[in-house]
C-alpha cells in the first residue's frame, strides 16, 4: 500500500507545483492509467459530477478507484470551488506566473477535449468551462461592474494557503476566468489526438512551469499560462462563447440576447483587451504614506518611463515583484515619497505590475502627475529594446484598456519622460521606439529635473 507523506501533514499549499505533484501521485498508483482516467479520479475525488457534467462528459463515476484519503482530502480541497462568507475563494491555486486559477473548470476543460472525436469539435467545452457560470453571473448581477471578478490575494505567495477576494464576488471570480480560459485552451489542444499527453502531470507541467529565458515571451513556446490572454482571444472565442450563453436553457427564460452581449462585451474588455496586472497585495506593496490623491478621469496623457535601475528585465512573477519591492522602498526612504512612483510597471515576464494605479496621482512626471499615467519598463533600455511581448503589453493592451474603461481619452497622447523634464528618460532606444507608436506627441518641456522617476 503507498503512503503519501506530501500530503500525510498540514504544511501542503495550494500552488500549482503542489497540486501538480498530487496529480503525479495518482498517477503512480496506477502507472498504466491514461489522462483520461486520472481526470475522472480526480473528479470523484473532488466530488464534481453534477447533472450538467454528466450531460456533457458521460461520465458515471460509481466505478472509478477512490484515492487514499490524505491525498482525497486535498484533491478535494484544491478542485472544489465555493465562495465563502467572509469572501474567501476555495479550489484555487497560485501558477507560477502569479496568476490565480480555479481548478475546476481547467479539469472539465481538458476532460471534455480528451473525449472528442474530431479535432476542435469538441462537445459541451465552452459550457463546462465559462459559459454556464458567466450566464449565471449576468443574470444573477444588477450591474456591470458586479457581473464578472474580482481576483483576490494570498496570504503568503511561497506556501499560500488562503485567498481572499479584494471585493464582493460575483458569481464568476476572475480565477474562475483564468481556469475556464485554460481548460478551453487546453480542451482544443488535446482534442487534436496527435497532440495528447502520455500524463495529464506532463501537460499541466509544460503549460503553467516553463521557464523564459532571454527575450522572455519573445521565443517562448506558444502553449504556455503566460500567454493565456492572447490564446484566448485568438481563437475567436467571444462570439462563439456568446452563442453559447445565449443558447443555454436555464438562462433563455430570463435574459435576452441584447443583455448578453452587453455583458460578453465587459468580459472581453476584462480579460482579453487588458493585460494581466498583478495587484499590490500580490506582489507585496508597502502601504501608502499618508492619503492619496485621486485622479480625475479620464486622463490625457500616458508618459514612459525606464526604471534604469533595476538595469535588467525581469523574467519571473517572483523577480519582478522583487523589482517592485526594491523601487518601492527606494521611492519611499530614499526618495521621502508617498508610494512607488509609477503608475504601471511592465516586466518582462508577460504582467504589467500594479504601482499606484488607475485612481491614485503618481510621482514619475513633474507638472504632469496629475493629466497623465506614468509607465514604466523594469530595466535599462539606453541601448536595447524590451521585448517586442513586453511592449505590446503597454502599447496595444495597456492602452486600450484604459481607453475601453475610460481611463484615457480615446485621443490621448504618448509621451517619453524625457519630453517634458530634463532626463535620458526612457533610454535612447527605447525612445526612438515609442517615436512610431500611434498617440505618441510632442509638447515643450517644462523642467530641469534630472532623475527618471519625476
Known amino acids: 500500500m503507498k503512503i503519501f507523506l506530501f500530503f500525510s501533514s498540514a504544511s501542503f499549499s495550494y500552488r500549482m507545483e503542489d497540486f501538480i505533484s498530487a496529480v503525479k501521485q495518482v498517477e503512480d498508483e496506477d502507472p498504466g492509467s491514461e489522462p483520461l482516467a486520472v481526470l475522472k479520479r480526480l473528479r470523484r475525488a473532488a466530488e464534481v459530477n453534477d447533472p450538467f457534467i454528466q450531460y456533457f462528459l458521460f461520465s458515471d463515476l460509481s466505478g472509478v478507484p477512490e484515492l487514499a484519503a490524505n491525498l482525497s482530502d486535498y484533491i478535494r480541497k484544491a478542485v472544489h470551488h465555493r465562495v465563502t462568507e467572509d469572501a474567501k475563494e476555495e479550489g484555487v491555486v497560485l501558477t507560477p506566473d502569479g496568476t490565480t486559477v480555479a481548478l475546476r473548470p481547467l479539469l472539465l476543460g481538458i476532460e471534455a477535449g480528451l473525449l472528442a472525436k474530431t479535432r476542435g469539435r469538441v462537445r459541451g467545452l465552452y459550457q463546462l468551462a465559462l459559459a454556464r457560470d458567466l450566464g449565471l453571473s449576468l443574470r444573477q448581477s444588477p450591474t456591470v461592474t458586479r457581473r464578472l471578478g474580482p481576483d483576490g490575494c494570498w496570504d503568503n505567495l511561497s506556501s499560500p494557503q488562503v485567498f481572499t477576494l479584494s471585493d464582493s464576488p460575483s458569481l464568476l471570480t476572475t480565477a474562475q476566468v483564468n481556469g475556464g480560459m485554460d481548460g478551453v485552451v487546453l480542451g482544443l489542444e488535446v482534442s487534436d489526438k496527435s497532440r495528447r499527453p502520455l500524463k495529464l502531470s506532463n501537460l499541466l507541467t509544460e503549460y503553467y512551469c516553463h521557464q523564459l529565458e532571454g527575450k522572455g515571451l ?47 462585451k465587459e468580459f472581453v474588455h476584462m480579460y482579453m483587451d487588458c493585460p494581466p496586472i498583478v495587484t499590490r ?3 507585496g506593496a508597502k502601504p501608502y504614506i499618508g492619503t492619496p490623491t485621486n485622479l480625475a478621469l479620464p486622463l490625457s496623457f500616458m508618459f514612459i518611463h525606464h526604471t534604469s535601475t533595476p538595469s535588467q528585465p525581469c523574467l519571473t512573477f517572483e523577480q519582478c515583484s522583487a523589482d517592485m519591492r526594491s523601487m518601492q522602498r527606494f521611492h519611499q526612504e530614499d526618495r521621502g515619497w508617498d508610494d512607488i512612483g509609477y503608475s504601471f510597471v511592465a516586466g ?57 474603461g475610460g481611463r484615457l481619452i480615446p485621443t490621448f497622447t504618448l509621451m517619453g519622460h524625457r519630453q517634458v523634464v530634463n532626463t535620458a528618460c526612457p533610454g535612447d532606444a527605447l525612445y526612438s521606439e515609442i517615436k512610431t507608436w500611434k498617440h505618441f506627441g510632442v509638447y515643450r518641456a517644462v523642467s530641469n529635473l534630472t532623475n527618471c522617476s519625476q
Not at 375 to 397: K, N, T, W
Request: charged share 20%; hydrophobic share 35%; glycine share 12%.
Open 348 to 404: 518582462s515576464d508577460g504582467n504589467i505590475y500594479e504601482g499606484r494605479g488607475w485612481y491614485w496621482q503618481g510621482a514619475h512626471t513633474l507638472g504632469y502627475n496629475s493629466v497623465g499615467y506614468g509607465v514604466s519598463f523594469i530595466g535599462d533600455y539606453s541601448s536595447v529594446l524590451p521585448s517586442q511581448h513586453a511592449m505590446e503589453l503597454v502599447r496595444d493592451q495597456l492602452a486600450s484598456c484604459a481607453v475601453g
Open 281 to 283: 497585495c500580490m506582489w
Open 218 to 264: 519573445d521565443t517562448a513556446p506558444r502553449l504556455i499560462s503566460r500567454r493565456r490572454r492572447e490564446n484566448f482571444k485568438r481563437l475567436g472565442v467571444p462570439l462563439l462563447l456568446t452563442r453559447q450563453v445565449v443558447k443555454s436553457v436555464q438562462l433563455q427564460q430570463s435574459l435576452t440576447g441584447q443583455e448578453v452581449k452587453e455583458g460578453m
